[in-house]
């Protein structure tokens, strides 16, 4: 089946992708699979079967940002006063976090950071990140540039 030969030629990318916007291992393995379980659910309403992986791409950046938009609201309600204990969050992304590279793209606007990632990791053009994000190839220069530019900022501080 197609799905099946999508899904072992590509998951392991998409979840490096996943876990470079989500900044969580279990949490990109879940958004993957979910994206995965969709386009299986859509794949003979597809128009286009070769551009499925751009479907999958686009559903995995979707995915994580409800992730990352449920994390928020999550975090604004959660119990204040707790005692700080480290997440388990941090030990799942802790080899990730050793990068000074990973670690100032983790302090980019989600937008810019999507850019980067898709662009620069992903090795996407503009036009295929326009669409995995659902703007403009125009926007996609602009959260590029400024996203390269806030990095080169926080990586010469770093050094």
Same mark, same amino acid.
């Given at each position: 089946?197609?799905? #099946? ?5 590509? *998951? @392991?990318?998409?979840? %490096? /992708?996943?876990? /470079?916007? !989500? @900044?969580?291992?279990?949490?990109? &393995? +879940?958004?993957? $699979?979910?994206?995965? !379980? ?16 751009? *479907?999958?791409? $686009?559903?995995?950046?979707? %995915?994580? @940002? ?24 941090? =030990?799942?992304?802790? +080899?990730? &976090?050793?990068?000074? !590279?990973?670690?100032?793209? %983790?302090? /980019?606007? #989600? @937008? $810019?950071? &999507?850019?980067?990632?898709?662009? *620069? *990791? ?11 994000? =659902? ?10 540039? %400024? =996203? ?6 926080? /990586?010469? $501080?770093?050094?």
């Amino acid at each position: 089946m197609a799905v #099946t030969a999508l899904y072992s030629a590509h *998951y @392991r990318s998409l979840v %490096r /992708l996943a876990v /470079l916007l !989500v @900044r969580d291992v279990a949490s990109a &393995e +879940e958004v993957v $699979q979910d994206a995965f !379980v969709a386009i299986h659910g859509a794949w003979r309403r597809l128009r286009d079967t070769d551009k499925a992986l751009a *479907y999958l791409r $686009q559903s995995v950046v979707n %995915r994580s @940002r409800s992730v990352l938009r449920h994390r928020a609201v999550v975090e604004k309600y959660a119990p204040k006063g707790l005692p700080d204990a480290p997440s388990a969050e941090s =030990g799942a992304i802790g +080899e990730l &976090e050793r990068s000074a !590279v990973i670690e100032a793209l %983790r302090h /980019l606007p #989600t @937008r $810019q950071r &999507e850019a980067l990632v898709l662009r *620069y *990791y992903g090795d996407l053009s503009e036009a295929e990140i326009a669409h995995a994000m =659902g703007i403009s190839k125009g926007a996609v220069k602009s959260h590029t540039a %400024r =996203g390269m530019a806030a990095l080169r900022m926080a /990586l010469e $501080q770093f050094s």
